[in-house]
Nanobody, 125 residues
């Protein structure tokens, strides 16, 4: 069973940086496409970034140039480095395994995705 656990969230000031981690178990990370989603209060969940098994990456426009997704297959861990954070980045961030890492984030979700429980990121002064 694919299992993922997020960590690294917290409170950061606008303009600051934060790195999220997604620890995986139950599967070989190298063989799967992964993604980060987020859900802000009162809003629907949205895809943020994905990375496929060949390390090809996709970002939504709102985070391009600020966020970097990466993976360490040897450690079984995926990361999201977030720089130049803005208040509108405040959300619960979710790690997802076995996504469809397409150009359009609307196509990332499929019935076989495994989700983490999420980690809160708050950007505020």
């Amino acid at each position: 069973q694919l299992q993922v656990v997020e960590s690294g969230g917290g409170l950061v000031q606008p303009g600051g940086s934060m790195r999220l981690s997604c620890a995986t178990s139950g599967f070989t990370l190298a063989n799967y496409a992964m993604a980060w989603f987020r859900q802000a209060p009162g809003k629907e969940r949205e895809g943020v970034s994905c990375i496929n098994s060949r390390a090809r990456t996709v970002y939504v426009d709102s985070v391009k140039g600020r966020f970097t997704i990466s993976r360490d297959n040897a450690k079984g861990t995926m990361y999201l480095q977030m720089n130049s954070l803005r208040p509108e980045d405040t959300a619960v961030y979710y790690c997802a395994a076995n996504v469809e890492c397409m150009e359009n984030p609307l196509y990332w979700v499929n019935p076989d995705i495994s989700w983490g429980k999420g980690t809160q990121v708050t950007v505020s002064s």
